[in-house]
């Protein structure tokens, strides 16, 4: 049961992410020397949420997901009739998410050290990289989607 | 309350990482082309950390920090204002995505 629970922190987590990357974009958006605070905050949190994320997704990639052995996800997927949601999907998605990690360290560092109140062109590169955050994140999730049937697919028979 | 009307240049370490973010974009990519190709390589980076994908992260994100503190240092700012910063970030999600969907992408078809 533990394995199974430990899907969720994941997915959770990079919801999370996402959500915080928006409210960023939100506050760059509409921003004042009033709403600093909450954009170093939201930015802040953001990265906290999608580096959780990376940690525990990556650690049951490594530890339960790939393992060859037979009832791995994995194994599971490359036996059935939707490989290509792990040649595909999970190839990529393992290999984009790092862009995405990279981009969480990026946003704090532009909303703490810039006035991004004062200045148009610096308000606009932050919710830029809000935005490339979100963009990722939910591919994230849509790729995770089609990993899971494709897991399904082949408990299914390919029907 | 400040205006935002003002013009602000944007920091040099802020700089220096959006610039890193696309060569690490980049060396994400062309990393996968090459372990999965060369498979001493896969297997050099498995070695390394246990896995490949461990590893890969591990060279891409030290990189980008690296690389990013390194390009602060350099006088970058004259060059590189807030919106050619923002055509950096765009720049490394588009091409180092578009690099990692091209190479996978004929599993699709498998």
């Known amino acids: 049961m533990f394995k199974e629970l430990m899907t969720i922190p994941h997915v959770v987590f990079g919801v999370f992410g996402v959500l915080f990357a928006i409210w960023v974009a939100v506050e760059a958006a509409n921003s004042s020397e009033g709403n600093w605070p909450r954009l170093k905050l939201a930015s802040t949190g953001s990265a906290f949420f999608l580096w959780l994320s990376y940690l525990f997704g990556g650690w049951w990639y490594v530890v339960y997901y790939g393992v060859a052995v037979p009832n791995s996800d994995k194994s599971i997927i490359l036996a059935g009739p939707w490989k290509w949601s792990h040649t595909f999907f999970m190839e990529a998605k393992e290999h984009l998410f790092f862009m995405l990690i990279m981009l969480s360290i990026l946003l704090p560092i532009v909303v703490f050290r810039n006035p991004v109140f004062k200045d148009k062109k610096i308000r606009n590169v932050t919710i830029v990289i809000a935005l490339m955050i979100v963009v990722l994140g939910l591919g994230m999730e849509g790729f995770g989607a089609m990993i899971s049937k494709g897991v399904k697919m082949s408990l299914m028979g390919g029907k | ?110």
């Open chain 2, 1 to 110: 309350m400040e205006k935002r009307s003002e013009h602000h240049e944007l920091d040099k370490l802020s700089i220096g990482f959006a610039l890193s973010f696309l060569i690490a974009s980049l060396f994400n990519g062309l990393l996968i082309i090459a372990k999965e190709t060369y498979a001493p390589l896969k297997d050099w980076m498995k070695s390394l950390f246990g896995h490949h994908w461990t590893t890969h992260g591990i060279f891409v994100i030290v990189l980008f920090i690296v690389l990013g503190y390194a390009l602060s240092k350099a006088d970058l700012g004259k060059k590189i204002d807030a919106d050619k910063a923002s055509g950096l970030v765009i720049a490394g999600t588009v091409l180092g995505g578009l690099i990692v969907v091209r190479f996978f992408f004929k599993h699709l078809f498998e």
